[in-house]
C-alpha cells in the first residue's frame, strides 16, 4: 500500500467504496462478501497468510466478474455479480480451510455464528446502504492506522522490533560475542509452584534462565535473533556451555530449592556437562533438564539415550515448548519425561468444553497431573483454564504476584 | 513418569540370566512350556516400575513353590516357564495380567489392531522358535547398550570426525552459502526412485525423489568439513538449497525431469517469494504430479505455519508427503491430523524386532492412509522389503529398490537381445524394436 502523506488517503479501502459507488448505478445481482481476517488469532495473522490467502482467489477472478479488495487490516472483500453463491461458497471455503485451528472458522459456513464470512446482498438498498457506512468506517480506521504507524516509524520502534536478521554471515561474529560477554548478571530465575488451595504455593524448582532482551542488547543490538529459528537454535548450545560453567561455579549445596536448566540434547552429549555433571553429581535429584520439542523431534534417538543417561546419573527430564494445540497432533506423555510444560496463551481462553481440552486432558491423565507445569500464567483466565484439566503446578508472572500477595497476608495474619 | 529412571536400576537386566536358563533347559524341556507377555507393547505410560511389578506379583506363588521361572525384560516383556501342569493356572494368571492393561490400545484395539498379548509355546516342540524369538530381543538390547556406549565415547567421536571431516561452524556455513548461491548444482541433482515392487521382487517406478547428494556438495565445495555435524547449521543450509532446487526445477531446457517427482522442502520456503514464483511457472495439470516432503521438525517448529502452508499447498494441487517417520515418531505423531497425503517410513531393524504388534501398529497406519500412500524407505536388505509386504506397504526405496531396478533392467536388455536374435534367425523377418 503506497504511503501517500499528503493528499486524501488512496487505497484499496477507497477503490472498494468507488466500486460500491457504481453498483449503485446498475445493483442487480451484485453482492460483497466480507472476509474478516482481521479477527484471526495474532499468530495467524502474519503478513504473508494473508497474501496467501488472497492468491487463492486468481483463478477465480480470472473465471467469474468478480473482484476482490485487501483492506490494510488483512480484511478480504469481494464483491460479485452474477455469480451463484455455491461457487463463490468454494472459494471461500478454501481461504477458510487455510486456517484450521482458528476459532474464528469453527462456526458452520453461512450460519449466523459465522464469524468467518459475512454476505451482503448489494441489489438490496438498504443493505448496500448499511454496506457503504461499514465500508466508510474502515476507511477511517485506516487512516487512523497509518497516522499511527508513521509516528511509531518515527519513533523508531519497528526498528527495534525488526532489526537485521540473523543470517550466516553475522552468526559467527554474535557467537563469537556471546562466549566472551559476562552472562552471569543476565542469569534471572522464575519458580514452578504447586498451588494448593487456600495455602500459599510451594516451590517445586527454580529455573534459570538468561535474560535474552537483555543479552541481545549486550551482543546484538539491532539484530532479529528470532528471523531463523535454526540459527537462534544454535546460538543457544553456546548459551548452554555458559550457563553450564557459570551454575557449575556456584556452590550447589547451598541451593535451597531445586533448580532446572534450559539445554539442548547436543549440550548434554558434550565434554561441558560431563564437566558439570562432576562438580553437580551428589545434587543430580534436585537438578532438572529442560529440552525444546523441536530438539527432540529433530532426533529421537538421541533425545532417548540423553534421557536415559541423565535418569541413570539422577536428574529428572523435563520436555518444553509445548502448547494445548500441539498436544493435539502428538501425545507428549510417550516421551518419558518427568514432567511436561505447556505454555498458555490468551487464544486457549474460552476453549474449557471443545474436542481440543478433551486431548489435553488425557495427557495429564497419562503423564500424571504431578508431572504437567502449565507456565506463562499471566492471568486468571489461564490458571482457571489449568483448572479445569487438573493441573496443579504453574509457573508465570501471575503465579508469581499471587503467591506473593499470600505470604504477605500470612505474615499479617500473625 | 519419574520412576522410569528406577525402573532400570532396582530390576537388573535379565537378559544374560534368560540366554543361560534357555542353554541349560535344552536337556530337559520335556513338559514345560512357555509363556511371553507382551507387556513392551504396552503405551510407555502403561509400563512404569509399577506396573512391572505389579504384573510379575501374580506368578509369586509359582516361583516359590518351584513350578515356574520369570524373567523380566528390559522393554518390559515377560517370559514366564512352567511346568504343564500348571497351565490352567498360568492362563488364569496371564488373563488376569490382561485385565489389568484392558484400557490399553494393546488390549482394548485387539480385535481390529489385530495385537498379540501374550504368545504360548511347547518347550519340546517348539524350542528352536524360543531361542529365535529370544535371541532377537537379547541382540536388540546388546544393540541399543553398545550406541549408548559409544555416544559417549571420545574415541569413537574421534574416529567418526577423522572419517567425517571437521565440524560445520558458523565461518564455513556462511562461505557454503555463498558458494550455493553461485555453483551449478545441477550436476549434484540425483534422483531415487520409490517403485511398488510384486511378489517376484520385479519393481515399477511410480515416482522419483529428486535431491541434492550432501556427500557430493561437500565433495565439491567443502571437502573435509561434515556438513551434518551441526543439525541447526545444516538446518538453515537446507534452506538455501530449496531455493536452489526451485530454480532448478523451473529450468527444465538444464534437468529433464519426467513422471511423477517429489522433492523435500522447509515450510518457510513454502511460504516464501521464491515459492510463488516456481509455483507460477508451473501449469496447473503439473501440480498434481508432484510430491512435497516435509520433516517432522520443520512441522513442529510452527504448526500453524504447517496447517496454513498444507491447506495453500493442497489447494494449488500438490501432495504433501510426511517424511522421516521412524517407529518411535509413528506411535507418537497423530499423523491422521497431520493430514499429510503421504508418508515416509524410514526402514530399521526395530520395526522387525517389535514382533507382531508392531507390525499391526504399521498395518493400521497403512490401512487408514491407503497401500500407495506410504513408503518404506531407505530398504537395504531383502528383508525390509519382506517387512513392508507383511504390513501392506505399498512403495518402496532405497539401496535395495535401486539394486532391484537395475536387475530387472538387466533382465529386460536381455529379453530384447533374445527376441532380436530369435528374429534374425527367422528369414524374412526385420529386426525392428520391440516395444517392450
Not at chain 2, 502452508?309 to 500438490?318: C, H, M, T, V
Request: aromatic share 8%; glycine share 4%; net charge negative.
Amino acid at each position: 500500500m503506497a504511503v501517500n502523506t499528503n493528499t486524501d488517503f488512496e487505497g484499496e479501502e477507497t477503490a472498494l467504496l468507488a466500486r460500491l459507488t457504481r453498483v449503485h448505478d446498475n445493483a442487480a445481482g451484485s453482492f460483497a462478501v466480507h472476509m474478516h481476517l482481521s479477527n484471526l488469532r495474532e499468530s495467524n495473522k502474519q503478513s504473508y497468510f494473508i497474501t496467501i490467502a488472497a492468491r487463492v482467489f486468481e483463478d477465480f477472478l480470472n473465471e467469474h466478474e468478480a473482484q476482490l479488495f485487501t483492506i490494510f487490516n488483512g480484511d478480504l472483500v469481494l464483491v460479485c455479480r452474477n455469480i451463484e453463491v455455491d461457487t463463490v461458497d468454494v472459494v471461500i471455503d478454501k481461504v477458510r480451510a487455510l486456517f484450521p485451528e482458528d476459532p474464528l472458522t469453527l462456526n458452520d459456513p453461512g450460519s449466523f455464528d459465522d464469524h468467518f464470512a459475512s454476505w451482503h446482498d448489494l441489489s438490496q438498498p438498504d443493505e448496500l446502504q448499511a454496506f457503504t457506512t461499514t465500508v466508510n468506517e474502515i476507511i477511517d480506521s485506516a487512516k487512523n492506522f497509518l497516522e499511527t504507524s508513521r509516528n511509531k516509524l518515527q519513533g523508531k520502534a519497528l526498528e527495534e522490533s525488526f532489526g537485521t536478521p540473523l543470517a550466516a554471515d553475522n552468526l559467527s561474529a554474535i557467537n563469537q560475542q556471546m562466549k566472551r560477554t559476562q552472562i552471569a548478571d543476565l542469569i534471572r530465575n522464575q519458580s514452578v509452584y504447586r498451588v494448593i488451595p487456600g495455602e500459599k504455593g510451594e516451590i517445586v524448582f527454580r529455573e534459570y534462565f538468561i535474560a535474552m532482551t537483555e543479552l541481545k542488547a549486550r551482543v546484538a543490538p539491532g539484530i532479529n535473533l528470532f528471523s531463523s529459528p535454526w540459527l537462534f537454535q544454535y546460538l543457544t548450545e553456546t548459551l548452554d556451555k555458559r550457563m553450564l560453567a557459570v551454575i557449575g561455579k556456584r556452590n550447589l549445596s547451598d541451593m535451597v530449592d531445586p533448580i532446572s536448566l534450559n539445554m539442548n540434547i547436543d549440550t548434554i552429549m558434550s565434554r561441558d556437562f560431563q564437566k558439570f555433571n562432576e562438580t553437580a553429581s551428589s545434587f543430580t535429584k534436585n537438578i532438572v533438564i529442560e529440552f525444546q520439542m523441536i530438539d527432540i523431534f529433530s532426533d529421537m534417538n538421541t533425545y532417548r539415550h540423553a534421557c536415559d543417561f541423565l535418569h541413570e546419573c539422577g536428574y529428572k527430564v523435563l520436555v518444553d515448548g509445548l502448547n494445548p494445540m500441539i498436544i493435539n497432533y502428538f501425545d507428549p506423555s510417550m516421551l518419558l519425561s518427568d514432567y511436561l510444560k505447556i505454555n498458555w496463551g490468551p487464544e486457549f481462553t474460552g476453549d474449557e468444553n471443545g474436542d481440543a481440552i478433551n486431548e489435553v486432558r488425557e495427557v495429564v491423565k497419562h503423564a500424571g497431573k504431578e508431572h504437567v507445569i502449565l507456565a506463562r500464567v499471566d492471568s486468571q483466565d489461564a490458571i482457571r483454564w489449568g483448572a479445569s484439566i487438573g493441573i496443579t503446578r504453574y509457573q508465570g508472572y501471575f503465579i508469581d504476584r499471587l503467591v506473593l500477595a499470600l505470604r504477605a497476608q500470612k505474615r499479617r495474619d500473625k | 513418569m519419574s520412576d522410569k529412571a528406577i525402573t532400570k536400576k532396582n530390576i537388573p537386566s535379565q537378559e544374560k540370566l534368560l540366554i543361560d536358563y534357555i542353554q541349560r533347559m535344552e536337556e530337559h524341556r520335556v513338559g514345560r512350556s512357555v509363556v511371553q507377555i507382551h507387556l513392551s507393547s504396552l503405551r510407555p505410560y502403561n509400563r512404569r516400575e509399577s506396573h512391572l511389578r505389579a504384573a510379575a506379583s501374580y506368578f509369586e506363588g509359582f516361583i516359590s513353590d518351584l513350578s515356574g521361572q520369570l524373567f523380566i525384560l528390559r522393554g518390559g516383556d515377560l517370559f514366564f516357564f512352567f511346568k504343564n501342569e500348571i497351565r490352567a493356572s498360568t492362563e488364569t494368571a496371564v488373563q488376569q495380567i490382561k485385565y489389568m492393561f484392558s484400557d490399553d490400545p494393546l488390549v482394548a484395539d485387539e480385535l481390529t489392531m489385530h495385537t498379540v498379548f501374550s504368545s504360548w509355546f511347547d518347550a519340546e516342540s517348539q524350542f528352536s522358535d524360543i531361542q529365535r524369538i529370544i535371541q532377537v530381543l537379547v541382540n536388540a538390547e546388546e544393540r541399543r547398550s553398545i550406541e549408548n556406549k559409544n555416544r559417549m565415547d571420545a574415541r569413537s567421536a574421534l574416529k567418526e570426525k577423522q572419517r567425517l571431516g571437521e565440524p560445520l561452524t558458523p565461518e564455513i556455513l556462511s562461505r557454503m552459502e555463498s558458494a550455493l548461491q553461485r555453483a551449478d548444482l545441477s550436476n549434484l541433482l540425483r534422483r531415487q526412485f520409490a517403485c511398488s515392487i510384486d511378489k517376484n521382487l520385479i519393481p515399477e517406478q511410480v515416482f522419483s525423489e529428486l535431491f541434492i547428494s550432501i556427500k557430493d556438495l561437500r565433495e565439491t565445495l567443502m571437502p573435509n568439513v561434515n556438513l551434518l555435524s551441526n543439525r541447526w547449521l545444516f538446518q538453515h543450509m537446507t534452506e538455501t538449497l530449496d531455493k536452489r532446487m526451485l530454480s532448478m526445477l523451473n529450468k527444465t531446457d538444464r534437468v529433464t525431469i519426467s513422471g511423477n517427482i517429489s522433492f523435500n522442502l522447509n515450510i518457510r520456503t513454502l511460504l516464501s517469494p521464491e515459492f510463488e514464483s516456481f509455483d507460477a511457472s508451473v501449469s496447473a495439470n503439473r501440480r498434481g504430479t508432484m510430491i512435497i516432503e516435509l520433516q517432522k521438525e520443520d512441522i513442529f517448529t510452527d504448526l500453524r505455519a504447517y496447517l496454513f502452508a498444507r491447506e495453500f499447498i493442497q489447494s494449488l494441487g500438490y501432495k504433501i508427503l510426511l517424511d522421516g517417520l521412524t517407529l518411535q515418531t509413528l506411535q507418537i505423531i497423530d499423523h491422521n491430523k497431520i493430514g499429510a497425503d503421504m508418508l515416509k517410513l524410514m526402514w530399521n531393524a526395530e520395526l522387525i524386532d517389535g514382533g507382531e504388534n508392531v507390525l499391526a501398529l504399521v498395518r493400521t497406519m497403512v490401512d487408514g492412509m491407503g497401500s500407495r500412500n506410504v513408503v518404506l524407505c531407505r530398504c537395504d536388505t531383502r528383508e525390509a522389503i519382506d517387512f513392508g509386504q507383511a504390513a501392506g506397504i505399498g512403495l518402496y526405496q532405497g539401496r535395495y529398490v535401486e539394486t532391484l531396478i537395475a536387475e530387472d533392467e538387466r533382465r529386460r536388455d536381455l529379453m530384447r537381445l533374445k527376441r532380436r536374435i530369435e528374429r534374425a534367425s527367422e528369414p524374412g523377418l526385420g529386426d525392428e524394436e520391440d516395444d517392450m
